[in-house]
């Protein structure tokens, strides 16, 4: 775009606006010529005026407004195979949301997360250890969402860009939604949240913050349908105990 172009009033301004407060600029300058006209050299004087971005969550969001947003997506590449979008299930008012990594092909199938066989053991993990604690919580309470909405091919790891680009509708979600806490299942939806690099088994089982939010980092419930595993699902039990723990009791 060039500078002398005028800013006001398009979408295409707000969309650049909010690529640069991605990029962590809170404030921008823009030097506007003084309008004159009959412009003479010495009177041409250029002011200085700070622009306040505007927010990545606009005024009023809610649930239902990004997912109008998200409408029938193709901002990233994995609109190309996926069947159904995957937006998110359960409590509008969650005090706890668990983050995934995207979709699998029964997710796919259906436009609701974790409803596989890897849904159905955080279904059972999270109802099951509630249970045992005392803590009256059924999946319906809770709030389940991905990093990204459509399903990688062959389930492969969303690549970076993908997660930048999807990860917008995400910190909507989570800013909307407000939770007490956030369970960031597996390494993906850990780093999507928390940036850096390291793995779950560092992350795990001690807790973080996401804007402000205390985070929860464990396994994501697919690694732990794998037969050699049990460690990790002592230790996954363990993490959910503790986030069930702060936020219900
Ligand atoms: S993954 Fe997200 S950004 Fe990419 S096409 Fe799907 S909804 Fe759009």
């Not at 991605?22 to 506007?32: C, H, P, S």
Request: charged share 30%; net charge positive.
């Amino acid at each position: 775009m060039s500078p002398r172009e005028p800013l006001e009033g398009t979408n295409e301004v707000r969309r650049i606006l909010q690529f640069y407060r991605d990029l962590g600029f809170k404030q921008i300058y823009r030097r506007t010529p003084v309008a004159i006209s009959t412009p003479a050299p010495a009177e041409m004087k250029a002011i200085s005026e700070t622009i306040e971005l505007p927010g990545l969550v606009p005024a009023g969001d809610t649930l239902d407004l990004i997912r109008a947003d998200i409408g029938d997506c193709t901002r990233c590449r994995l609109c190309k195979e996926r069947k159904k979008i995957v937006f998110g299930d359960g409590s509008a008012r969650a005090r706890l949301v668990f983050v995934g990594e995207g979709p699998g092909a029964d997710e796919d199938e259906q436009g609701i997360p974790f409803v596989g066989r890897a849904g159905q053991l955080l279904t059972q993990m999270i109802e099951g250890t509630a249970s045992k604690e005392g803590i009256p919580l059924k999946r319906a309470d809770v709030y389940i969402c991905n990093v990204v909405k459509c399903r990688p091919p062959e389930n492969r790891t969303p690549e970076p860009d993908e997660m930048e680009i999807c990860g917008q509708f995400l910190f909507r979600q989570l800013s909307v939604i407000k939770p007490k806490a956030i369970c960031a299942l597996g390494s993906t939806a850990a780093k999507a949240l928390l940036g850096g690099k390291d793995g779950v088994t560092k992350l795990r089982g001690k807790w973080h913050k996401w804007n402000d939010i205390p985070l929860m980092v464990t396994f994501h419930p697919s690694y732990l349908l794998r037969p050699y595993n049990q460690n990790a699902k002592r230790e996954s039990w363990e993490d959910l105990k503790k986030v069930l723990h702060f936020v219900y009791d």
